[in-house]
């Protein structure tokens, strides 16, 4: 990449996408948008995701590469799916001269440091995951199984099992606790069932 090129780099975390447009030494645009992670949204959320993507990125004549980093769950069957839909997407007009980079949200953390160490990645948002590599000769990796399957220690994990504990008390279930009244805060005095369910993102309102 030349010096002065300039990049476009989307994070798709599980609650929010962080979009940039950055060269070496300078970022030129940042915008938070919905999440683009298709696992516990919708095909019709991700374009929409996408549509605002274009937008930031149309602001920019002068964008080379592109690098989407999306949850740490993503399979190979899941990056082909949403490389499709930015295909259709994304008009030709706003695509990056060079390449676009499609991947999650861990391989890039592996090319932060030089490639014969020893390196460790944690994530921990909204979902949670360990990789670990010894140069590049072995990659292990643990977690990132998503909302439903794992994510143990994330931010939906946690908020999930204080929602319960909130009603855990209600229903006389459970012991007293101060997360009672954060809960309500939180919800504006909706009742959470209503609060969760109704939401348009069900797993970033129990996540935040």
Sequence with gaps: MKPEAKSL????????????????????????????????????????????????AGRFTDIDNALFAVGAACTVTYLNELADTMTRTLPASVRPRGRTYLTNDVVPLFFAEPADCDQLVVIAGTGSGVAARRGFGAISRAGAHEYLLGDDGGAYDIGRQALRAVIARREDRGPATALTERAERRTGGVEIDRFVYGAANPKQSVAE
């Design 9 to 56: 780099l989307v994070e798709g975390g599980g609650s929010h996408t962080w979009v940039m447009v950055a060269d070496r030494k300078e970022l030129w645009a940042e915008e938070w948008l919905p999440s683009l992670n298709r696992i516990g949204g919708s095909e019709e959320s991700q374009r929409s995701v996408l549509a605002d993507v274009a937008r930031a």
